[in-house]
């Protein structure tokens, strides 16, 4: 199973840009599923995840602008970003916890990053 993810590009700042990720490939169960970013010369960290019933955690810095959604029939996880600042820049990685099947063990699984860019 693979997470593809899709959007992202250049806005300018106060706008707004959407991201999506899709778990693709055989997968049993899906739980958290959630964004991350890598600001430039900083360490990966949260920008929000929901779990399956819905409940979700932001970073202190996007709550109020970013709203994050899921679809889970189809395994989609979706970030709605308001109010983009520069320093929401730039890559930005879909994760989820699942289970390939009933043999298998929960893991983290990670998508490609996708680039986000704010000008002022």
């Known amino acids: 199973v693979q997470l593809q993810a899709f959007g992202g590009g250049l806005v300018q700042a106060g706008g707004s840009l959407n991201v999506s990720c899709a778990a693709v490939g055989s997968v049993l169960a899906v739980n958290t599923m959630g964004w991350y970013r890598r600001p430039p010369g900083k360490q990966r960290g949260l920008v929000a995840t929901?779990?399956?019933?819905?409940?979700?955690v932001y970073a202190e810095s996007v709550k109020g602008r970013f709203t994050i959604s899921r679809d889970n029939a189809k395994n989609t996880v979706n970030l709605l970003m308001n109010t983009l600042k520069p320093e929401d820049k730039p890559v930005y990685y879909c994760n989820s916890n699942l289970r390939r099947s009933r043999g298998s063990v929960w893991e983290s699984v990670w998508g490609q990053g996708t680039l986000v860019t704010v000008s002022s």
């Open positions: 929901i779990t399956h019933d819905g409940k979700t």
